[in-house]
């Protein structure tokens, strides 16, 4: 069981480049979500979705993008990449009960340098 | 939005010696997690603990809803335990976001 899978887990970009950060997932868990974790800090939540076609922005949503077009893959775009986007990023999922997630599972994370 | 404290922020013990993490947070919560993550950088799930006790060999957590505090003990540490304490919650009101705390950064001497 593969859990939640990141691609890739390391790259280096060019300020202005754009990229797109790939996470999948086989447990059939409704929400997935991205973080960024910025050294010697904890994790802050960028976006998030709760099934195919709903997505939501996090604390930090500013300089990225997503869509959720299967419940399986949640990519995390920027478009326009910076310097301060360089950052450990992290795909999570977890089920959906009622109005709250459970337990959150997360991928191995991306390291993302922007020169 | 949910504030979420952690304390100490760094922690130093010899190996075999017992301690207890603490999360703070500001709201009522309706989840709450304790994460590990490895000097690797994997994040380890520890406990999915809303309210109440578990254990886990020689982890424990309690979280106290009502106080809306959690804490995390960890009895006879071993060198494998050092690295960062996270505890995340999701707030009652604020849709489904969880939040993380900045983290509890422990090492376990030899």
């Known amino acids: 069981n593969a859990g939640v899978t990141q691609t890739p887990k390391f790259q280096v970009l060019k300020t202005g480049q754009s990229m797109t950060l790939q996470c999948a997932q086989d447990?059939?868990?409704?929400?997935m979500s991205w973080y960024r974790q910025d050294p010697g800090m904890g994790l802050r939540l960028i976006h998030y979705?709760?099934?195919?076609?709903?997505?939501d922005q996090g604390e930090v949503p500013n300089g990225y993008n997503v869509s959720r077009s299967t419940t399986e893959d949640f990519p995390l775009r920027l478009l326009s990449a910076a310097p301060s986007q360089t950052s450990v990023y992290f795909c999570?999922?977890?089920?959906?009960?009622?109005?709250?997630?459970?337990?959150?599972?997360f991928g191995e994370g991306s390291r993302l340098t922007v020169l | 939005g949910i504030q979420v404290e952690q304390s100490p922020p760094d922690l130093i013990l010899q190996e075999g010696a017992n301690s207890t993490l603490r999360c703070n947070f500001s709201?009522?919560?309706?989840?709450l997690q304790w994460f590990h993550q490895n000097p690797w950088g994997q994040l380890i799930n520890l406990f999915y603990?809303?309210?109440g006790t578990k254990q886990n060999g020689r982890l424990s957590a309690t979280t106290v809803a009502t106080e809306r505090y959690s804490l995390l003990y960890i009895s006879s540490s071993q060198t494998t335990d050092s690295g960062v304490y996270f505890c995340?919650?999701?707030?009652?009101?604020?849709?489904?976001?969880?939040?993380f705390g900045a983290g509890t950064r422990l090492f376990v001497k030899a």
């Open positions: 447990m059939n868990h409704e929400y």
């Open positions: 999570a999922s977890s089920i959906l009960a009622g109005t709250n997630t459970g337990e959150l599972f």
């Open positions: 979705s709760v099934g195919a076609g709903i997505t």
């Open positions: 603990i809303p309210s």
């Open positions: 709201d009522s919560v309706n989840n």
């Open positions: 995340a919650v999701g707030a009652n009101t604020g849709g489904f976001k969880t939040i």
